[in-house]
Nanobody
Framework: QVQLVESGGGLVQPGGSLRLSCTAS????????MGWYRQAPGKQRELVAT???????NYADSVKGRFTISRDNAKSTLYLQMNSLKPEDTAVYYC????????WGQGIQVTVSS
């Protein structure tokens, strides 16, 4: 069992930056492939980025070059650095841990608006 808690969301102007964190507890963080997903109002949840146990990363085309996913296994924490934010990045962002089963955080709101 893995418990995931996201933090770092909020309101930011277009072009601004935010860093999301996801702290894991209850299991061995380093054995999980981790990811960030998001869900905008009226839309399905979509992949933002993933990072494997070997730190191989994958990004949605819409965030490539603007977002960076990283992990600190010693701190059991996943990060998402988001730069050059756009209004269309507005969504609830979810942390995800995957191995044989999948665990989700409760989500955190990111709003990009002037």
């Amino acid at each position: 069992q893995v418990q995931l808690v996201e933090s770092g969301g909020g309101l930011v102007q277009p072009g601004g930056s935010l860093r999301l964190s996801c702290t894991a507890s209850g299991s061995i963080f380093r054995i999980y492939t981790m990811g960030w997903y998001r869900q905008a109002p009226g839309k399905q949840r979509e992949l933002v980025a993933t990072i494997t146990t070997d730190s191989i990363t994958n990004y949605a085309d819409s965030v490539k070059g603007r977002f960076t996913i990283s992990r600190d296994n010693a701190k059991s924490t996943l990060y998402l650095q988001m730069n050059s934010l756009k209004p269309e990045d507005t969504a609830v962002y979810y942390c995800n841990a995957r191995r044989a089963v999948t665990f989700w955080g409760q989500g955190i709101q990111v709003t990009v608006s002037s």
